[in-house]
């Protein structure tokens, strides 16, 4: 069974920094990605990351986020500096299956909540 399990969201200043993880479990991954959704908005792409880490960040956060992962962990990560109020969302990790039962599967965490304080 697959899961991804989303940690180190929080309440910080702006200008200030936060890091979340994201670990998966169940499969083997390919792309690792965070997505966000503010109130009110559709859900965004902020960075994703392949196996062999190549990356594509939003232009909205390029140069204040950075995402990397591990691959023997299975963990994605998500820095995030200089953070302003309208990075404020939920942000939720995807992580797509390569496994022969659920190839090209998308598979989604829960979320956790980024707010930032101006």
């Known amino acids: 069974q697959v899961q991804l399990v989303e940690s180190g969201g929080g309440l910080v200043q702006a200008g200030g920094s936060l890091r979340l993880s994201c670990a998966a479990s169940?499969?083997?991954?390919?792309?690792m990605a965070w997505y966000r959704q503010a109130p009110g908005k559709q859900r965004e792409l902020v960075a994703a990351i392949g196996a062999g880490g190549s990356t594509n960040t939003a232009d909205s956060v390029k140069g204040r986020f950075t995402i990397s992962r591990d691959n023997a962990k299975k963990t994605v990560y998500l820095q995030m500096d200089s953070l302003k109020p309208e990075d404020t969302a939920v942000y939720y990790c995807?992580?797509?299956?390569?496994?022969?039962?659920?190839?090209?599967?998308?598979?989604w965490g829960k979320g956790t909540l980024v707010t930032v304080s101006s």
């Open positions: 995807m992580a797509r299956s390569i496994a022969p039962l659920d190839y090209g599967k998308d598979y």
């Open positions: 169940g499969s083997i991954f390919s792309v």
